[in-house]
């Protein structure tokens, strides 16, 4: 498969979990006014561990474990990455048991605009007994994880003076490579809070 072409003013943010003895990641995209700055990549580390720390561990159990952020630019290919791991790990300190590791909820990234280039999908870690009844979050439980993924939307910078603007990017349109990705802001987030599957979660798949 040919290289992933490069676009400005983007980083790749990759948070990396232990899940009960599996490694498990979430990969984002983001903007900022500032870009590109020296201080960047370190001050979203910096601002997405800050972010997990005041809004998901509380609501997460203490097996799964936020151990890194891994921020890259993609503003040329073969950019270095830097692993963000000041104050981490930092485990979960929801005192409800864990569901099994592939028991998750979809979280739907809206830009306001229609087609599969536009909206993207974040599939949430560490759903707990508390969290569920039947196959459904219960109802306050599913507004507060909407309300903690939607601060991702203008997530608070750490040190500079603008705020990041999470993004979907899309490198393919009707099959087939752009020459320039198109990266769009994401307006807000969404969730039909049916409980869902990511097998790979699983310890021992997806390795």
């Not at 609501?59 to 830097?82: E, I, K, Q």
């Not at 994401?186 to 790979?200: A, E, M």
């Amino acid at each position: 498969m040919a290289p992933l072409p490069p676009i400005a003013g983007v980083y790749r943010a990759v948070m990396n979990y232990t899940y009960d003895g599996q490694e498990c990641a979430n990969v984002l995209h983001f903007t900022h006014a500032e870009m590109p700055a020296p201080a960047t990549p370190a001050d979203m580390g910096a601002s997405l561990v800050a972010w997990w720390s005041a809004n998901m561990r509380l609501r997460v159990p203490a097996t799964l474990v936020l151990r890194s952020v891994t921020v890259t630019d993609l503003t040329a290919g073969g950019a270095p990455a830097l692993e963000h791991a000041t104050g981490l790990p930092l485990a979960g300190t929801n005192a409800s048991a864990q569901l099994p590791n592939n028991a998750t909820v979809a979280m739907s990234l809206r830009t306001g605009i229609r087609g599969r280039s536009f909206r993207g999908r974040l599939y949430h870690l560490g759903l707990t007994e508390a969290d569920v009844t039947n196959n459904a979050l219960v109802a306050a439980n599913l507004t507060n994880l909407v309300g903690a993924y939607q601060l991702l939307v203008g997530l608070d910078s750490a040190a500079l003076g603008a705020n990041y603007a999470l993004v979907i990017l899309s490198y393919f349109a009707n099959k087939a490579m752009r020459a320039t990705p198109v990266a769009t802001p994401v307006v807000t987030v969404t969730s039909d809070g049916i409980v869902d599957s990511q097998r790979r979660r699983l310890p021992g798949r997806g390795r």
